[in-house]
């Protein structure tokens, strides 16, 4: 995943990069797979590979392949690197109070995951806990999801048909020349 990373910072062909993308979420999801969160890694994997990917490469078909070069930064980089790394202590602070992982007395493996295993079938009457959870526990989540999946999806048809409707705005030489044929 980091040499993925790395190559996604250091390519200026953006098509590579909306593909390293889709790598690094499939890697992504081979890892939540390993940690058993297998819902996530689905989630991962439809979401990040699959639709964002493709959303991208439609980004792609409406702009530039490559990256404008910038004759000089406009900025230096010290003050991104310091955000960075401010972020990045603050992210490890946090997690210094954090239980061991897979320690069974948790407070994540006590406060609802017990009522899940236990409950779920009879409270949602599905058999399967994680469709149970996906779908009735967490349904506004997954909703909330999909809607921004959604919405992503219609603004990239709406700017494609943009697109579109110019280029019938401006037709070339050989169009007009075929619709004076037709009169």
């Known amino acids: 995943m980091a040499v993925t990373a790395i190559g996604i910072l250091r390519m200026k062909n953006l098509f590579a990069v909306v593909m390293l993308g889709g790598i690094y979420s499939l890697l992504?999801?081979?890892?939540?797979?390993?940690?058993?969160?297998?819902?996530?890694?689905?989630?991962e994997a439809a979401v990040g590979?699959?639709?964002?990917?493709?959303?991208?490469?439609?980004?792609l078909a409406l702009t530039s392949r490559?990256?404008?070069?910038?004759?000089?930064?406009?900025h230096t980089i010290w003050l991104p690197l310091l955000v960075v790394v401010a972020t990045g202590v603050a992210l490890?602070?946090?997690?210094?109070?954090?239980?061991?992982?897979?320690?069974?007395?948790a407070p994540v493996?006590?406060?609802?995951?017990?009522?899940y295993l236990t409950d779920s079938e009879t409270e949602v009457?599905?058999?399967?806990i994680v469709?149970?959870?996906?779908?009735?526990?967490?349904?506004?989540d997954t909703l909330g999801e999909t809607t921004v999946v959604f919405t992503a999806?219609?603004?990239?048809?709406?700017?494609?048909?943009?697109?579109?409707?110019?280029?019938?705005?401006?037709?070339?030489?050989e169009e007009l020349e075929e619709r004076e044929d037709e009169v």
């Not at 590979?49 to 980004?59: K, R």
């Not at 999806?153 to 030489?173: C, H, Q, S, Y």
């Open 153 to 173: 999806l219609v603004g990239v048809l709406i700017l494609l048909a943009g697109r579109r409707r110019k280029e019938d705005e401006n037709p070339t030489l």
């Open 49 to 59: 590979a699959g639709i964002s990917t493709v959303l991208m490469l439609g980004t």
């Open 109 to 115: 493996h006590q406060h609802v995951a017990p009522r």
């Open 28 to 43: 992504s999801a081979l890892m939540f797979v390993n940690l058993d969160a297998v819902d996530v890694a689905f989630t």
């Open 125 to 128: 009457g599905m058999p399967n």
């Open 92 to 105: 490890i602070y946090g997690t210094l109070d954090m239980p061991a992982y897979g320690d069974p007395n």
């Open 66 to 74: 490559e990256e404008k070069r910038e004759k000089k930064p406009a």
């Open 131 to 140: 469709t149970s959870v996906l779908a009735s526990y967490r349904g506004f």
